[in-house]
């Protein structure tokens, strides 16, 4: 075990490439986002800034990049396959720090827009004028994400990704209403062998009127009957999503099952650019408040808004990318890859282990 550390960037450059699949069964197009472990040919140009991928994540946004080359040649596989499922109002490419490191320890990783429930659904509904009806949203949500996430499991399988998988070492992860998504996808794809929920909704939260709690607790089905490593990764000051829910779901999630709880951490630790993201929620949370599913005895986003940290006072974002990383890679190669390493690594007192590395944690 000495040899294996799954903090340090892999061996493997990584590469992106974009494509849209389209499911034909429901008549829904997803813009999907591929990570992979590229040829020797691009050695190290995904730890070079000039080779990096530069993106908007939004038409009007700044430009951002990722730590991966724009449709490299890739290494021949088969590559075990991880899915990753973005939050409520998010898009594909939220936490790409974690996907790119994926991919150069040789995983192929797929993340899809949940077309309906993006960054730019939400500030179009928001400018829009018109709230729509909350139970009639979250519905079709709770409908469409899970589909999302098996579709794309069905089309890399079939090798629309250009890429040959591994279909015997697939697993899953995602943030926040992407959480959910981990969880309800792998109680419906006996496919999935592993799960990373980051910060889950679907347990109790303040900003979910009386009965969206129950209607997104109700819709997962946690009694799969196989063995799924479940790796819960959560924030100590969560505002949106707080501990108690991520308690109430750890708890009824099948065993083998565990739970890290980053100290002094927010909602956002779980996306790139962790300080940024943070701020801009904070400024913008009031008029996405709109687009958000609400009802009458709901939470009021004014005052929780009040009640957040700014970035400045919580733990930096280089902690919740290391969390990510090290502990994200760790779970997936004990699981995914039946690394004998992986699985002493995972077995260690996590808290010691982190806190070794200057970083607070604690058990879920």
């Known amino acids: 075990m000495s040899q294996y550390d799954p903090f340090e960037r892999g061996p493997y450059p990584a590469g992106v490439r974009t494509v849209e699949w389209t499911d034909r069964g429901r008549d829904r197009t997803l813009p999907v986002e591929i990570w992979y472990p590229a040829s020797e040919a691009h050695l190290g140009e995904d730890l070079d800034e000039a080779h990096w991928d530069r993106y908007k994540p939004m038409p009007l946004a700044p430009e951002v990049s990722q730590c991966a080359t724009r449709d490299a040649e890739a290494r021949s596989g088969p590559h075990p396959l991880i899915v990753f499922s973005h939050g409520f109002g998010g898009e594909r490419r939220q936490t790409t720090h974690l996907c790119t490191h994926w991919a150069s320890h040789g995983y192929a990783v797929v993340a899809m827009d949940h077309v309906g429930n993006t960054a730019m659904d939400m500030i179009g509904a928001a400018m829009g004028g018109e709230a729509p009806d909350p139970a009639e949203q979250i519905a079709e949500f709770i409908a469409d994400r899970p589909a999302d996430a098996s579709f794309v499991i069905d089309a890399a399988l079939a090798g ?180 004998a390493d992986a699985q002493a690594f995972m077995a260690q007192d996590l808290v010691r282990l982190m806190a070794d590395r200057g970083i607070a944690v604690e058990r879920l």
């Open 160 to 339: 629309d990704a250009g890429l040959t998988i591994d279909p015997d070492r697939i697993g899953i992860s995602g943030h926040s209403f992407g959480g959910w998504t981990t969880l309800a996808t792998t109680g419906r794809d006996a496919r999935i062998r592993a799960a990373l929920p980051l910060a889950p909704a679907g347990g109790q939260t303040p900003l979910t009127p009386p009965g969206f709690a129950d209607d997104m607790a109700d819709a997962l089905s946690l009694t799969w009957e196989r063995r799924v490593e479940t790796l819960y990764l959560v924030a100590e000051f969560d505002t949106l999503l707080p501990l108690e829910g991520m308690r109430d779901l750890l708890a009824r999630t099948p065993a083998p099952c565990r739970g890290v709880n980053l100290l002094n951490a927010d909602h956002f630790h779980f996306c790139d650019r962790v300080e940024q993201t943070h701020d801009l929620f904070q400024t913008m949370g009031p008029m996405l408040a709109g687009s958000m599913p609400s009802a009458e005895g709901g939470p009021d986003m004014t005052a929780l808004l009040a009640g957040m940290k700014s970035s400045g006072d919580l733990c930096p974002g280089e902690h919740a990318y290391a969390l990510l990383q090290g502990l994200g890679l760790a779970h997936m190669d004990a699981s995914l890859r039946d690394n």
